[in-house]
Structure formats: C-alpha cells, structure tokens
C-alpha cells in the first residue's frame, strides 16, 4: 500500500451477514508515503504497520490497536483514543436485486 491514494477509504469487514462493522486485519501493512486523509481504520489491527510520511488529516484510528507502529514524518491531525464503539454498525441503504 506504499505510495497509495486512500483518501476516504473505509476500512471495514463483514462479520454475519449483513452485519458490516468498521475494522480490518492490517497486520504490519506499509503504508509509507500514503495519503489517509479521512480514512476510516476505527476498530482495525494495526500492529507493527508503518505509516512513515503518511498524510493522515482527518484520519480516524478510534479503538486501533497501534502497538508498535512507525508515524515517523507522517502529518496531519488524526482522531485515536477509546471510546464507546456499540453503535459502529454500517448499515445497508436498501435492498439490491442482482441479475
């Protein structure tokens, strides 16, 4: 993901059907030189993942786990710390038909 646009990406996983919660497994990912401004990582595992020189304005790591992460360089402000995530849910905007 080095180098990557991922400007208000989502960062989410389907846990039961249709259950979709914020979170993903980015077990030591290297994000270097990525652009994260206004990524969603709330609820991810991010242990060991390198965000050297990331643009992270508005990046929200709410309830990340972070052990071990490099921010060396990176800037903006980002949003982390735990908080209450029991209405995180995504919900779905209405029903598809697929043909």
């Known amino acids: 993901m080095e180098d990557a646009d991922l400007r208000g ?17 980015c077990y030591q990912t290297d994000f270097s030189r990525a652009d994260l401004r206004g990524a969603d990582f709330r609820r991810s595992y991010l242990r060991g993942s390198v965000f050297r020189k990331a ?7 709410r309830n990340c786990v ?10 903006g402000e980002y949003r982390s710390g735990r908080v ?8 779905h905007l209405g029903r598809f038909r697929v043909s």
């Open 84 to 91: 209450d995530a029991s209405d995180w849910s995504v919900r």
């Open 66 to 75: 972070l052990y071990e992460c490099n921010f060396t360089s990176s800037t």
């Open 55 to 61: 643009k992270l304005d508005g990046t929200d790591f």
């Open 9 to 25: 990406a989502k960062f989410y996983s389907v846990t039961v059907d249709p259950a979709v919660l914020p979170g993903a497994n």
